[in-house]
């Protein structure tokens, strides 16, 4: 590598600029938002990704990639939601119900349970899922099941978890603004976090 051009050896993915918003080899589908893809990327496929906010808000930045994933021959598995899906509000947004697995668990350990087996299927595209307590070892499990099958797992979390370490690839602080949403990036793959947009809903 002596006297190569740095360019080169960027565009080989030898080399990573720090504040690029995606990291070598990574795939990502389209977020909907623009100035969102702009900040991250896109949101990473085969990947564990935690929106923290008050209430566990941030559902509504997700709509884009459901009614695109949706289009698809896989599974957009919902596990333990705190509210049931409004079937009117997802339809205007272009979301193909028949695609929706819905799961209700009995207790945390099955939301648990069944969130690392849908992730771990190469038949859900995505898993939303909406977990109590999580510790750094079953945050291990499902960012390992979201690699093996391929595709992309959203957990919506509470504030207090953001001073917990976490092996998602994906971390974003999701708070409400005058306009929609504000998002600040405190992970990333491949990079470091402190990026911040506003998304306009």
């Known amino acids: 590598m002596p006297g190569e051009p740095i360019e080169e050896l960027i565009s080989q993915g030898a080399l990573w600029r720090g504040r690029a918003p995606a990291s070598p080899g990574q795939r990502y589908e389209p977020t909907g938002w623009r100035v969102l893809d702009d900040c991250i990327g896109g949101w990473p496929r085969g990947a564990v990704c935690e929106l923290l906010s008050p209430g566990r808000q941030g559902l509504s930045l997700l709509l884009p990639l459901l009614a695109y994933l949706s289009r698809s ?3 957009l598995a919902w596990v333990g939601p705190p509210y049931l899906p409004y079937a009117p509000a997802l339809v ?6 028949q695609r929706i697995l819905l799961v209700q668990e009995e207790d ?3 939301c648990l349970w069944a969130s690392e087996q849908l992730l771990r299927s190469s038949s859900c595209a995505l898993v939303l899922a909406w977990p109590e307590g999580l510790q750094a070892a079953q945050l291990r499990r499902l960012q390992l099941a979201a690699e093996q099958g391929g595709g ?3 957990l919506f979390r509470s504030l207090r978890a953001t001073a917990q370490a976490s092996h998602a690839a994906l971390r974003l602080r ?3 603004s005058p306009i929609g949403l504000d998002v600040a990036v405190l992970k990333r793959p491949g990079g ?3 990026q911040h947009c506003s998304v306009p809903l």
């Not at 205007?92 to 119900?97: I, R, Y």
């Open 174 to 176: 999701v708070m409400p």
């Open 73 to 75: 021959e896989r599974w």
């Open 92 to 97: 205007a947004a272009g979301v193909d119900l």
């Open 152 to 154: 992309t797992g959203v």
């Open 192 to 194: 470091w976090g402190g």
């Open 108 to 110: 945390r350990q099955q």
